[in-house]
């Protein structure tokens, strides 16, 4: 079971120049029924990029409104949401959220527990956020350890943060999790910007017929991403995409694009360092295709 940690202590990393820090939470204290031994009062903080701008009334689509409007008072919790006329999905893989009151408003909570920080953070909506993250593997090319082959898989690095990480992204509302797999892919990991428009119809197809067959489930459910806070969340799909030969996605010329800015196959080692959770996803991989893991 994933209990967050990633997004406990420490300064939050997306408050920018606002050093927002969250309240340390003790592993005993995690959970909302406990009542801990100092009264707990963490800042409230959403960043500004995701609320109402207050001179063009614009925010952006994937985001929720703020507390105290009628909109976020009108919002179906732990269910599906008709909001601006699309169709959001607010029901999470853990379990029916609570709901606690923030400055009047009810606003889900965080159902792996306490985190030290309120409010949204850099997350766009209230509560889970979906996202789709695609695992694409092969073997290491040329080496054998013993029986058992070293698993690699499409990792990109993070601007955010600068660490590396699975290339997904959130699910649009109404998007079916296959097309936000292969969308984020495209765009993360093999971005056909700069290349020329022969060779981006070449990229095109590889990536639609190792997308097309659908994946292995391998996760569904909350992700420790340093994001999260008490009242809103990352939850992911996981699904793997396996080139077993080498001769399909294992030949592609990786280009790294939108939010990433490197790109590489990376070896799943028993102590790798990944972005959020995903070392915890992509080491699931690796026990599946029964990989070496040193
Ligand atoms: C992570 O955030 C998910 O596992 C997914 O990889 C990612 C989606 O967010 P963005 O990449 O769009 O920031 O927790
Ligand atoms: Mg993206
Ligand atoms: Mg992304």
Known sequence: KVI???CRGGVYQ?????KIRRVEVDDRDLSWLIVPKEEYRPQIFTTKS?????????KPVWADYDV???????AK???????DGSRIDRRSYECKYKLETLNGTSVPLNPKGRTGLKGRGALGRWGPNHAADPIVTRWQPGKKRGEKRVLEFIAIQRRDTGEWAIPGGMVDPGEQVNVTLRREFGEEAMASLEVPPEERARIQQNVDELFRKGGDMIYKGYVD????????????DAYNFHDENGNSVAKFKLHAGDDATGVQWMAITKDIRLYASHAHFVQTVARKREAAMT
């Open 50 to 58: 995701v609320m109402l701008d207050s001179k063009t009334q614009k």
């Open 68 to 74: 105290g409007t009628k909109e976020l008072q009108a």
């Open 225 to 236: 991403d340093p994001r999260n806070t008490d009242n809103a969340w990352m939850e992911t």
């Open 77 to 83: 919790w732990n269910s599906f949401d008709n909001l």
């Open 14 to 18: 997306r408050g920018g120049d606002n």
């Open 4 to 6: 967050h940690y990633k």
